[in-house]
């Protein structure tokens, strides 16, 4: 096996999407090899036995951890700024393991209402059944009534960099703080953003979330997800995660801070979850991966141009109602976007279509170069209506939480060239009144 080395470049983001992970050696191949094997040799069993006990770094078996995968993972924990990370076969997989990782039956944890539609479910109807309470933060709650959603089994705080679809920008300070003074981690779902537009360690966040499905990918190929770990929380000090401070039974009593220190989150989350769940990614799909993040900060640069010049055409469009894109000037997260995106988005927009539902069908149904899909955040432009799709098992009350109305399109402005996409645009939208 080919040991990764530890992450220590200052290089600039774009460079790391590029240079980070695989680092071949003299006559090695120089393009990330896909190590398609379950199992590692070794040469005895007294060292096995000490990867079994975490006492030796090594690969045993690729549910736990694989060197394809691993090369990717260093790659994301340096683009994130984070101690290390975890892949997982998809998004949803890695939230669950997010919170599994330090929640129990009978604890809770505090929750943004604007997240992704299948994390409110996974959240709210399947963590239920485990004993797992979640306390969502809606609109218009004050600082009071938010830290008034924590007790002593509170034990972590969550939210979306950028959410999807409602486009929300999360005040990531504001609540890092909130966390903080109860004793528990902010973790970030950060896939909307990427560490491109947003770091969120850099702003107090403890753990971030990818779905690397959407842009990291970029390509639409493969489903995956990403647990980062900052290293910063202090869980000892917490006082309250005795699944990390005290002794693993189920490793002959390792104990995770101490045995791991600033690693302790994601190292249980792989040798106690991934090894127990088995939610683990294919070295084919981190092959496939890794070809996304090389390109990364360059597509994210075309998504924000692009779909910046798309926002403001709608904006000025009589056929257009309102249009939601943080990175205009008209936007009331305005100033968030300049604080946590440096002024840019992705390119993800909603809009209403003036005429409401019918309007926004005869709209979507009119496009020719952006086609209908289920995904967002790809290379491709593509449309979407999350309310008779992506979101139809939420409430009308979860929906209105979550930012949703029944004429909200939600559009995802591709790379192609951007005249292309707004002509196809301005022909559909002359056909709907
Ligand atoms: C898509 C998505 C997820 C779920 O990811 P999968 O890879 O589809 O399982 C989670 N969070 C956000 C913000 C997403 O967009």
Known sequence: MKAVTPMNSNYKIETKCIQEGWKPENGEARVLPIFQSTTYKYESGEHLGKLFDLEADGHMYTRISNPTVACVEEKIASLEGGVGAMMLSSGQAASMSAVLNIANSGDNFVCSAAIYGGTTNLFAVTFKRLGIEVRFVTPGMTDDDIHALFDDRTRLVFGETIANPALDVFDIEHFAGIAHSHNVPLVIDNTFATPILCRPFEFGADIVVH????????HATVVGGVIVDGGKFDWEAAGKYPELCTPDESYHGVVYTKQFGAAAYITKARVQLLRDMGNSPQPMAAFLLNMGLETLALRMERHSDNALAVAKYLEAHPNVSWVNYPALESSSDYEKC??????????????????????????????????????????????????????????????????????????????ENVSDIIADIDNALSKVN
Do not use: W
């Open 211 to 218: 779905s690397t499905t959407k842009y990291m990918d970029g």
């Open 338 to 415: 300049k604080k946590y995106l440096g002024g840019r988005s992705c390119g993800v927009i909603s809009f209403g279509v003036r005429g409401g539902r019918s309007a926004a069908m005869k709209f979507m149904n009119s496009l020719e170069l952006a086609s209908i899909v289920v995904h967002v955040a790809d290379a491709r432009t593509s449309v979407l209506h999350p309310a008779s799709t992506t979101h139809r098992q939420l409430t009308d009350e979860q929906l209105v939480n979550a930012g949703i109305g029944a004429d909200l399109v939600r559009l995802s402005v591709g790379i």
